[in-house]
Nanobody
Framework: QVQLVESGGGLVQAGGSLRLSCAAS????????MGWFRQAPGKEREFVAA????????PYADSVKGRFTIYRDNAKNTVYLQMNSLKPEDTAGYYC?????????????????WGQGTQVTVSS
């Protein structure tokens, strides 16, 4: 089992920045690839970014490429999502997820464990 707790969400103006954190406990965090997904009201949950076990592979959704950065600190069992140049369309609940294997993935069905989410609201 892996427990995930997100933090760092909030209200920010367009063009601003936020850093989300996801603290993991339970099984060996360093073995797992991690991902960030988001879900806006009335929409399906969508992929944002992922990171492999040691951070060597970090795929991003096209909509966030160049603005968001995912990274991890295995010593702290934490994965981060640095979000810059935020846009109103980035408004959503953001969810951290963990896989049972080390390879990064963009499909939410590949992830076994999920956090409760943290809300990000970007005002125009």
């Amino acid at each position: 089992q892996v427990q995930l707790v997100e933090s760092g969400g909030g209200l920010v103006q367009a063009g601003g920045s936020l850093r989300l954190s996801c603290a993991a406990s339970g099984r060996t965090f360093s073995f797992s690839a991690m991902g960030w997904f988001r879900q806006a009201p009335g929409k399906e949950r969508e992929f944002v970014a992922a990171i492999s076990r040691f951070g060597g592979r970090t795929p991003y959704a096209d909509s966030v490429k160049g603005r968001f950065t995912i990274y991890r600190d295995n010593a702290k069992n934490t994965v981060y999502l640095q979000m810059n140049s935020l846009k109103p369309e980035d408004t959503a609940g953001y969810y951290c997820a963990a896989k049972d294997s080390p390879a990064a993935a963009i499909n939410l069905k590949d992830y076994t464990y999920w956090g409760q989410g943290t809300q990000v609201t970007v005002s125009s």
